[in-house]
């Protein structure tokens, strides 16, 4: 983290499991406390969508832009998708 950058206590819900695991990162010294854990996990995952969105963003220029309706009508049926409720067909 940053010095001086603003933060917003929140209070959040993970599994039991999670925290332990957390916890036990926290008492071996691999992690400085559970809220510094929980902020890079969270800069990271963030990170990742951020990366996930340029690659996307160049794909489709490099494929000629955004998908058609008739496109993804296609993609539907071959995927067997319901447009309507985005739920596989039965």
């Not at 917003?8 to 008492?27: A, H, P």
């Not at 800069?43 to 990742?48: C, Q, S």
């Amino acid at each position: 983290m940053v010095s001086g950058m603003a933060t917003k206590k929140i209070t959040v819900t993970i599994e039991e499991d999670q925290f332990d695991r957390i916890q036990s990162l926290v008492t071996g010294g691999e992690a400085k406390s559970v809220s510094g854990f929980v902020q890079h996990a969270v800069g990271v995952a963030l990170d990742d969508v951020a990366g996930w969105g340029a690659l996307l963003s160049q794909a489709l220029i490099e494929s000629g832009g955004e998908v058609s309706a008739e496109e993804r009508a296609w993609a539907d049926e071959v995927l067997g998708i319901s447009s309507r409720s985005g739920q596989p067909v039965a």
